[in-house]
């Protein structure tokens, strides 16, 4: 079956540092979307992205966080500025424009460490 | 977003069948109703999904009441593989819309 990849699998930055993590969607899915999950909490809503614009966001994807699809491959989350609670696992998911309310294929997830 | 109420943990043995519970009382018209599941150290991995009709596929089958104001995933015969946590999620209708995660129910298997 094919699978969302993300890399790196962990990542450990300074506070203050910009981080990229990146995620290759399944090739012809169109819909993008970041989650995010802290240690013992629930997974989290970021942004989803559609036709290279972002179509939803939650309150957590303030002006730290961007999103882009630098070509036709890859999709990527920015953070421009690590705080401390930044730190969490991060989930790339992607899914097909379908009729019938489509399902989300997940990535393994990024860890990222924010010392 | 419609909420939804699971149980915090439930327990099965391997090889019998499993009735996971979710009760969504204000479940609007358009929301599908949606199970995901974690399994340790892993991304959320999609179960099965419905709208108003009961659904099977080879993971797992939904059933949902009449009046869509609740809904039991059924997992045939319990593996050790499948304990994980299971989220019950609504979901609107229109495309590429966001999952609101709960807390889900955590299902151990027991040998």
């Known amino acids: 079956e094919p699978e969302v990849t993300q890399t790196p699998s962990h990542q450990v930055t300074q506070m203050g540092q910009e981080v990229i993590l990146r995620c290759v969607p399944i090739?012809?899915?169109?819909?993008f979307y970041w989650y995010r999950q802290i240690l013992g909490q629930k997974v989290e809503f970021l942004v989803s992205?559609?036709?290279?614009?972002?179509?939803?966001k939650s309150e957590i994807f303030d002006d730290q966080f961007s999103v882009e699809r630098p070509d036709g491959s890859n999709f990527t989350l920015k953070i421009r500025s690590t705080k401390l609670e930044d730190s969490a696992m991060y989930f790339c998911?992607?899914?097909?424009?379908?009729?019938?309310?489509?399902?989300?294929?997940f990535g393994s997830g990024t860890q990222l460490s924010v010392l | 977003d419609a909420k939804t109420t699971q149980p915090n943990s439930m327990e099965s043995n391997e090889e019998e069948p499993v009735h996971l519970p979710c009760n969504h009382s204000?479940?609007?018209?358009?929301?599908?109703i949606h199970w995901y599941r974690q399994l340790p150290s892993q991304g959320p991995e999609y179960v099965i999904h419905?709208?108003?009709s009961n659904v099977n596929n080879r993971m797992a089958s939904l059933a949902i009441a009449e009046d869509r104001k609740s809904s039991t995933l059924i997992l045939h015969r319990a593996t050790l593989r499948d304990a994980a946590v299971y989220y019950c999620?609504?979901?609107?209708?229109?495309?590429?819309?966001?999952?609101?995660f709960g807390e889900g129910t955590q299902l151990t298997v027991n040998p």
């Open positions: 419905g709208l108003t």
């Open positions: 998911a992607s899914s097909e424009l379908t009729a019938t309310n489509e399902k989300l294929f």
């Open positions: 992205f559609y036709n290279n614009e972002i179509s939803e």
């Open positions: 999620i609504l979901r609107r209708g229109t495309s590429g819309s966001r999952l609101t």
């Open positions: 090739s012809n899915h169109l819909y």
């Open positions: 204000t479940i609007s018209g358009t929301d599908y």
